[in-house]
């Protein structure tokens, strides 16, 4: 409709997330008819990151070093291990400031149906670190769904086989929570995991 | 068309733009199908947490095409969570059906099997028999229902004492020492003849039926492996653990 350049740019905005026909549109028109300086700006430092970004030898993290930050923080409890589905989670934990070990980021969960094994969420990956480490305990983060829960219940017991600690993140009621419109699977899942006051 | 409060289990969900999932389902009337739920991501108003495998559910969709519109999500009955190894049978019947349930055709009496099974899951510490006869029972409704009692091409019964090969086109075949060459790989009919009367309490009939089912299962599945199945392997654990460093 644009020409070709155009609409070549406002498909190739649309690859992110929430962007449609309709924003890609606005977004293109925005970049080169009110901001071209920001445009550029945009490109280079999208170049540069897919060109450099890979991810960490450790934890599997997205970073531009051969170790990211907070495996290379030697502030960090080294012998803390929490592992998690995707970078998101860990930026949300990260954000709470609870947690002061390290972390694994699987990129994903166990799911058969997928084609997606232990070997394609780097779990031979972690086996082999609680091999070499000396890690205490290893916190099971993965999402309460069923393919987060089976991934934890496998990561979970062949690091128990390898005689590391392993623990899982409660979960139950939210906070600021009323019983009476929390959803029976989270009541029974509260109920099991009650704790001793 | 409308559907309201069918009664569906979810077979599969995988991220669907950027905060809806496509939905694979296995409900009592239609069979298989796929639906999509809009908005169901982190938000827990519109009971998209709930679309959880191995939990009953009432589903409501609509929709004309192919790809149906979820509008109602609710739970019913009784919320029987799979933990630990159950869940990793769970999610082998789950990649079975998808794998081997044709799309819109119904089966309500495999429904009301996989229904039971998922229960009794939950509670079962022995899981072998439940999953034999549930996996005789899915070829039997797909079309390709083993017969333990004859044998095919001459209508004889089998029998204990002898044994046979199992052909996926032909059933089963007697062993016969004269012009067969190898014994290995038969099954004894005493161990057929105890499936066929659904007795699973010897080890035998068990390493049996185990053997014979996923040779019949992989027939109708063809080359491509179930990696439900590599679950229950035990992984490569690295060997030489570090000592206290
Ligand atoms: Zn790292």
């Keep these: 409709m644009f020409g070709p350049v155009i609409d070549e740019l406002i498909d190739a905005l649309r690859c992110l997330p929430g962007v449609g026909p309709k924003s890609a549109q606005r977004m293109a028109l925005h970049l080169l008819d009110k901001d071209p300086r920001a445009a550029g700006r945009l490109s280079t430092s999208i170049q540069q990151a897919v060109e450099r970004v890979g991810r960490c030898q450790l934890c599997r993290m997205l970073t531009e070093a051969s170790v990211c930050e907070i495996c290379a923080n030697k502030g960090r409890q080294p012998d803390l291990l929490c592992v998690l589905e995707t970078p998101a989670d860990l930026f949300a934990i990260e954000q709470s400031g609870s947690y002061r070990g390290r972390y694994f980021v699987l990129f994903g969960h166990l799911s058969p149906i997928d084609g997606i094994g232990p070997e394609a969420i780097g779990i031979d990956q972690l086996l082999q670190r609680l091999s070499d480490e000396n890690i205490k305990e290893l916190i099971l983060a993965t999402n309460l769904t069923v393919e987060g829960e089976a991934t934890a219940h496998y990561i979970g017991s062949h690091a128990q086989a390898l005689g590391v600690g392993v623990s899982r993140i409660a979960h139950g009621v939210p906070l600021g929570g009323e019983l009476e419109y929390v959803d029976g699977g989270t009541l029974s899942h509260a109920f099991t995991s009650r704790t001793l006051i | ?245």
């Design chain 2, 1 to 245: 068309m409308n559907t309201e409060n069918e009664k569906a289990y979810v077979l599969h969900t995988r991220q669907y733009r950027e905060s809806s999932q496509l939905v694979d389902l296995f409900s009592r009337d239609f069979g298989r199908l796929r639906t999509v739920a809009k908005g169901a991501r982190g938000k827990r108003k519109s009971g998209g947490h709930q679309l959880q495998a191995f939990t009953p559910l009432l589903l409501s969709w609509r929709g004309k095409g192919e790809l149906k519109n979820l509008t109602a999500v609710e739970a019913s009955g009784n919320n029987a969570a799979l933990h630990g190894e159950m869940l990793y049978i769970g999610l082998y019947l789950n990649e079975l059906l998808v794998r081997l349930l044709p799309e819109h055709v119904a089966h309500e009496s495999l429904f009301d099997r996989y229904s039971d099974l998922i229960a009794q899951l939950s509670m079962s510490s022995d899981p072998e028999p439940l999953l034999r006869r549930f996996e005789l029972s899915l070829l039997e409704e797909i079309g390709y229902g083993l017969d333990m009692a004859t044998e095919l091409a001459t209508d004889r019964p089998i029998e204990a004492g002898e044994h046979y090969y199992f052909t996926h086109d032909q059933g089963f075949i007697r062993f016969d020492a004269v012009s067969n060459q190898c014994k290995e790989g038969c099954f004894a009919g005493e161990h057929l003849l105890a499936i066929a009367a659904d007795d699973y309490c010897s080890l035998a009939v068990r390493r049996c039926a185990k053997r014979l089912l996923r040779s019949a299962l992989q027939a109708q599945l063809g080359e491509r492996p179930l990696l439900s199945r590599q679950l229950f392997h035990q992984a490569k654990v690295p060997v030489n653990k570090a000592q206290d460093d």
